[in-house]
Each structure stands twice: as C-alpha cells, then as structure tokens.
C-alpha cells in the first residue's frame, strides 16, 4: 500500500516541484546514511509527504545542500532534510518491511521475501529507536489480516484498521496538534486502504483473493468504491485545512486536491514515471 500518495507534476510551479524533490532526494540520502545503502530501496512518496505535511506544520530548520548520487551522477541534485526526515525514514523502514512481509505471507512473492530478508538488520534498528510505534503497526496490521481472513464484508471496521495505523505514523508529537493529526492520518490511512483495494478489485476476483468492495452487495461496486474514496478524501482535506500551514502548501494541495486522484485513472497510472 505505497505510492498513492504523490504531487501531480504537471500542476505544480517548478519552484514547488524543486521543493518536493529537495525532500525525497533528502529522505533517500538519510536511508543510506542513517541505515544502508540497501534500505534506499523502501523509498517512497508517501513518507515524503509525511515529510512535506510535518515539516510545514512545525517549521524545523532545513538543512540544504547539492549532490550526485548513483541516479543522478551528473548533474548535483538539491537536497532538503531536517529532523523530521530521520522520523520519516525509520517509519519508512518499518513499513515497508511489514508491507513485504504481507506481500510474502499473502502471495508468495520471493521478491518481497528476498528483500525483507535483506533490510531485516534496518527494522530491527528502526522498531528499536521507534518500539511503541512499530508495535501499534503490527498490532493493526494483524487485526487487518484477522479480518480479511475472515472475509468480513464491513469496509469501515478493516479500513479503520489501516486509518488507526496512519495515525501512529503521522503523530509526530504529542503536543496542540495531536488531535489535528491523528485525524489527518485516519483519514489518510483509510483512502490509501480504499484505492489499494479499488485498484485490485480486477486482479483480486480473478485470484479469488479478499477484497472488501468485491465483497459489497452494490449494483455497481467500482461507483460505491469511487464515491467512498472521494468521501474520505474530502474529510482528509477538512482536517488538513484546519492547521496553520503556510510553506510547502502550495505542494501539499496538490497532492491531496490533484495527485492522489490521479491513482483513480489506471490509465493514467501506467504512464506514470518516478520523479
């Protein structure tokens, strides 16, 4: 469940852009430096949003600077990083572990497996520096997995599941704001588990997997699944116009009000190139 949360490139000013990119090339660099070179390979959008929201809500001070990387080993890329990315790299760790290890569990994928087995010294140390998140992680993770095996057809009580998950990644501090974003990250928890179910409605009925909007008694399943998305996005947005943000805003409307409906066209979807 990775990915859906990105800009739309071709909606934002290249100052926006140049900015967002900044972030990731920043959380990529603190994966390799913090953990391994190896652990680049979790790199995701949606810790650069996490990123993005966190640091636009509590101003740290940014570290800036130009490098080549293996990517990029010509021209110096910018490079943006604060005290927030180390928190967004270990999430991005353990995550994308546990993401494997379902990938494993559910499908048999020996990449997945391969590739948990490689980063399994990084969770180890990323649950160690962050214990009573990565257990709240594994805990929803489990009750997720509780109830898709028991082909629950109650969307909200799985997709809770996953919102409650977000919360804990999201919860920065326990501060003002902590109500803000624990909002933020149910909201953003449950449409990241809607569109990873509405994009494999297809593949999940054809494998007979578990999949809570093949389960719905609906006429038109991909409607009720499109509209329940749309539902939750316009409540992740509400809470999110409820904090102060002011830099990087710009980027974080486009991600919620433009990118993320993106991942509703699958068309558009398989021309889509990372940044």
């Excluded at 949360?5 to 926006?16: A, D, S």
């Excluded at 997997?209 to 038109?220: A, G, I, M, R, T």
Aim: net charge negative.
């Amino acid at each position: 469940m990775f990915g859906y949360v990105t800009i739309n490139k071709m909606e934002l000013k290249f100052k926006e852009y140049y900015s967002y990119k900044g972030f990731y090339c920043g959380l990529c660099k603190c994966l390799k430096e913090k953990y391994s070179n190896k652990a680049r390979m979790t790199l995701n959008y949606d810790m650069t949003f996490l990123i993005l929201l966190l640091s636009s809500l509590y101003e740290p001070e940014n570290k800036t600077f130009r490098e080549r990387c293996v990517v990029h080993p010509i021209k110096e890329q910018l490079l943006i990083q604060n005290e927030i990315t180390e928190y967004a790299a270990s999430m991005n760790i353990i995550l994308s572990y546990y993401n494997m290890l379902d990938n494993w569990t559910d499908d048999r994928d020996y990449k997945s497996f391969a590739a948990m087995q490689a980063i399994r010294g990084e969770f180890r140390k990323a649950s160690a520096e962050l214990p009573k998140k990565a257990a709240v992680i594994k805990e929803r993770l489990d009750n997720i997995s509780e109830l898709e095996k028991s082909n629950t057809d109650d969307i909200d009580a799985v997709s809770n599941e996953f919102g409650h998950l977000m919360e804990e990644i999201i919860l920065y501090k326990n501060d003002q704001w902590e109500k803000n974003l624990r909002k933020i990250g149910f909201y953003l928890g449950k449409f990241i588990y809607y569109l990873d179910a509405y994009e494999d409605m297809e593949k999940d009925e054809e494998n007979s997997s578990y999949n809570p909007f093949n389960n719905l008694k609906s006429e038109d399943k991909e409607k009720y699944a499109k509209d329940l998305i749309m539902l939750n996005l316009s409540f992740l947005s509400q809470e999110i116009e409820k904090l102060p943000l002011v830099q990087d805003k710009g980027t974080i409307d486009n991600i919620i009000y433009s990118g993320v409906l993106n991942k509703l066209d699958k068309r558009r979807n398989a021309n889509e190139r990372p940044i």
